[in-house]
């Protein structure tokens, strides 16, 4: 386990843009990857988005937030961001920082944070 914690939701209009952090309580490139899920109230947590850490920071995006959001990372600063622009109704939600490996290609998370609500009021 590691710790994890989230900053940066609150309520924003749709259109409108919010700057997610993570910060972690380790080096991160001692970790393979991490990413972002969210959760809308009453349904599963989903993948957002993942970058690996080494490997030229590849990054990957659900479909729904492609061009939209961007994952990055600080390593000086041991904090990975989600930069969301233009969002949307569907985007509200608990968005969740994980770390994690991957195996076969797919991202499988091993720690989470707390969350942090994003609200996106139409």
């Known amino acids: 386990q590691v710790r994890l914690v989230e900053s940066g939701g609150g309520l924003v209009q749709a259109g409108g843009s919010l700057r997610l952090s993570c910060a972690v309580g380790?080096?991160?490139?001692?970790?393979?990857?991490m990413a972002w899920y969210r959760q809308p109230l009453g349904k599963q947590r989903e993948f957002v988005a993942s970058?690996?850490?080494?490997?030229?920071?590849?990054?990957n995006y659900a479909d729904s937030v492609k061009g939209r959001f961007t994952i990055s990372k600080d390593g000086a600063k041991n904090t990975v961001y989600l930069q969301m622009d233009s969002l949307k109704p569907d985007d509200t939600g608990v968005y969740y920082c994980?770390?994690?490996?991957?195996?076969?290609?797919?991202?499988?998370?091993?720690?989470w944070g707390q969350g942090t609500q994003v609200t996106v009021s139409s």
């Open positions: 380790a080096n991160i490139f001692s970790f393979q990857g």
């Open positions: 970058i690996r850490i080494l490997l030229g920071g590849h990054t």
């Open positions: 994980s770390r994690g490996r991957f195996i076969g290609g797919n991202y499988v998370s091993d720690s």
